[in-house]
Each structure stands twice: as C-alpha cells, then as structure tokens.
C-alpha cells in the first residue's frame, strides 16, 4: 500500500519474467512492451476494485505527482488493454 496526494494505492510490482503482454502506461501514454518490469496499481479504498488496475512504468509511477496531465495519443494510434 502507497499514499499518494490522491489517495492510498495498492501496488504490485510486475517483474520481468511476468510480464508477458504489453499495456499502455497512463503516466506517459507509452507502450510498456512485454517482458518490461513494471508497477499495477489500483485504489486501495472503496473508489475503485481489481478491474481498476493500471499498468505504469516504475519510473511514471515514481514521477506521478510531479506531472502535469498526459498528451493523449491520436485515435489511429494502437489501444492496448
């Protein structure tokens, strides 16, 4: 569990061998490609459940309250889930 200026977290951190797909990080609008270590974070209090989950790179996570709102990617760009 992580308090944060937004709330408290739950946050699992995703190693190498187990990530095995790729996601799109909600702090940089980047691919986290498969095989990339990263963090799963979701609300820890009644906000939000497991399907609330979100896959950050460690760095964005990190950095998370000390970025302004992310550029949104163009509508031909790919959506990964």
């Known amino acids: ?4 200026s937004d ?5 699992s951190n995703i190693p190498a061998s187990a990530a095995t797909k790729a996601y ?12 990339v270590p990263h963090v799963v974070a ?3 209090d009644e906000r939000g459940d497991l399907t ?3 896959h950050w790179h ?3 996570w990190r950095a ?6 992310n550029v949104q ?9």
């Open 1 to 4: 569990m992580q308090a944060w």
């Open 7 to 11: 709330g408290e977290w739950q946050v």
């Open 24 to 35: 799109r990080c909600p702090g940089c609008d980047q691919e986290i490609a498969a095989g």
């Open 42 to 44: 979701w609300p820890a």
């Open 52 to 54: 609330d989950r979100r």
């Open 58 to 60: 460690t760095g964005c």
């Open 64 to 69: 998370r309250d000390r970025r302004g709102p």
């Open 73 to 81: 990617r163009g509508r031909s760009a790919p959506r990964y889930g």
